[in-house]
């Protein structure tokens, strides 16, 4: 028996690889995966071309109260392939950062209050729980792998990506799409979300690309060599 995914390059999955894998997979412990709890779904955008929106299921683990950390898939499958990852920072973690970073984090209040941010298949009461957390949240997050073109591997730059932050700028049928396959309605849920409190010292000015767009781009430059004996030479390379 073989597998593979209709969307990604390559030869299918072997009955002898996946005999493999689930041996190594009886034997070794996988503790960063682990301690993944969370799923949460949302949409992103390229950070210069908002009209490259793309549906983001987010897989969080906490490394404190103030850290999460996420593994970003295509959709809540077992095939589903990683095109991303995200962190995830509390308002007063993200007020430390230099202003020179703050503009590669996007805020989450308006995603939480709009109701296009949600966990799949948690009750609301439970849901919303965390959301009042979340909404006064700060997230850094990057895509890999830039499916929304098709590209069947990961191909070019990581790309900063960003959240949506007003009323009309998510494309109408990816919202309505997402809201079919998972029994949601975002607009219903906005108006039980309305208690909810944003950042305390409201969404700062320089986060969201500090309201310009963003792009990862590449340089040539000089690499610094390394300190063993036979290290003279500087040879150039690409970041």
């Given at each position: 028996?073989?597998?593979?995914?209709?969307n990604?390059?390559?030869?299918?999955?072997q009955?002898?690889?996946?005999?493999?894998?689930?041996a190594?997979?009886?034997?070794?412990?996988?503790?960063?995966?682990?301690?993944?709890?969370?799923h949460?779904?949302?949409?992103?955008?390229?950070?210069?071309?908002?009209?490259?929106?793309?549906?983001?299921?987010?897989?969080?683990?906490?490394?404190n109260?103030?850290?999460?950390?996420?593994?970003?898939?295509?959709?809540p499958?077992?095939?589903?392939?990683?095109?991303?990852?995200?962190?995830?920072?509390?308002?007063?973690?993200?007020?430390?950062?230099?202003?020179?970073?703050?503009?590669?984090?996007?805020?989450h209040?308006?995603?939480?209050?709009?109701?296009?941010?949600?966990?799949?298949?948690?009750?609301?009461?439970?849901?919303?729980?965390?959301?009042?957390?979340?909404?006064?949240?700060?997230?850094?997050?990057?895509?890999?792998?830039?499916?929304?073109?098709?590209?069947?591997?990961?191909?070019?730059l990581?790309?900063?990506?960003?959240?949506?932050?007003?009323?009309?700028?998510?494309y109408?049928?990816?919202?309505?799409?997402?809201?079919?396959?998972?029994?949601?309605?975002?607009?219903?849920e906005?108006?039980?979300r309305?208690?909810l409190?944003g950042?305390?010292?409201?969404?700062?000015?320089?986060?969201?690309g500090?309201?310009?767009g963003?792009?990862?781009v590449?340089?040539?430059?000089?690499?610094?060599p390394?300190?063993h004996?036979h290290?003279?030479?500087?040879?150039?390379?690409?970041?």
């Open positions: 028996m073989s597998t593979q995914h209709p990604v390059a390559g030869e299918p999955t009955t002898g690889t996946a005999l493999l894998e689930t190594t997979a009886a034997i070794q412990g996988f503790g960063p995966i682990n301690q993944i709890h969370q949460l779904c949302a949409f992103h955008f390229y950070g210069d071309d908002m009209t490259r929106q793309v549906e983001a299921h987010h897989f969080c683990a906490h490394l109260e103030e850290v999460r950390q996420c593994l970003i898939y295509d959709s499958t077992s095939d589903a392939r990683l095109i991303g990852i995200e962190y995830v920072v509390s308002e007063n973690l993200f007020m430390t950062l230099p202003d020179s970073e703050k503009p590669l984090w996007h805020s209040e308006y995603e939480v209050k709009s109701g296009m941010l949600f966990m799949p298949g948690i009750p609301g009461p439970i849901e919303r729980k965390d959301m009042e957390k979340l909404v006064k949240t700060y997230g850094k997050t990057y895509h890999f792998w830039q499916v929304d073109r098709g590209d069947a591997i990961p191909l070019g990581p790309q900063l990506m960003m959240a949506f932050t007003r009323d009309g700028q998510l109408d049928h990816l919202a309505k799409d997402v809201e079919k396959r998972f029994g949601v309605s975002f607009e219903e906005r108006a039980k309305a208690y409190k950042p305390d010292h409201g969404v700062h000015p320089r986060a969201n500090g309201g310009k963003q792009k990862t590449l340089r040539e430059t000089d690499c610094k390394g300190t004996a290290a003279t030479s500087v040879p150039r390379v690409f970041v």
